[in-house]
């Protein structure tokens, strides 16, 4: 059985820095694709941002520029760097990935990112 577990999160004020961090753990071959999605209250899951094993990254347009997606292969943890936070990112944020061989996606459960004064 294979676990995502984030940690960090919390609450921030507008303009400021937090980190989340998720690391996988279970029997898998290797991790193809990691990346953070998020769900603010009343809306759908969208993608945040995702780097693959080869090191290419993802982002959306609304993160271009505030946020960093990184990876470390020999602890099969991924992390999200964000800096100069909105309240519009407030929200859930979960960590996905694509185990291989067999292109399986897991979910972490979340954790949350309040931006706020």
């Known amino acids: 059985q294979v676990q995502l577990v984030e940690s960090g999160g919390g609450l921030v004020q507008p303009g400021g820095s937090l980190g989340v961090s998720c690391a996988a753990s279970?029997?898998?071959?290797?991790?193809?694709?990691m990346g953070w999605y998020r769900q603010a209250p009343g809306k759908e899951r969208e993608l945040v941002a995702q780097?693959?094993?080869?090191?290419?990254?993802k982002y959306a347009d609304s993160v271009k520029g505030r946020f960093t997606i990184s990876r470390d292969n020999a602890k099969n943890t991924v992390y999200l760097q964000m800096n100069n936070l909105k309240p519009v990112d407030t929200a859930v944020y979960y960590c996905?990935?694509?185990?291989?061989?067999?292109?399986?996606?897991?979910w972490g459960k979340g954790t949350l990112v309040t931006v706020s004064s």
């Open positions: 279970g029997s898998f071959f290797s991790i193809n694709a």
């Open positions: 996905r990935a694509e185990l291989l061989p067999r292109h399986i996606v897991v």
């Open positions: 780097i693959r094993l080869d090191g290419s990254t």
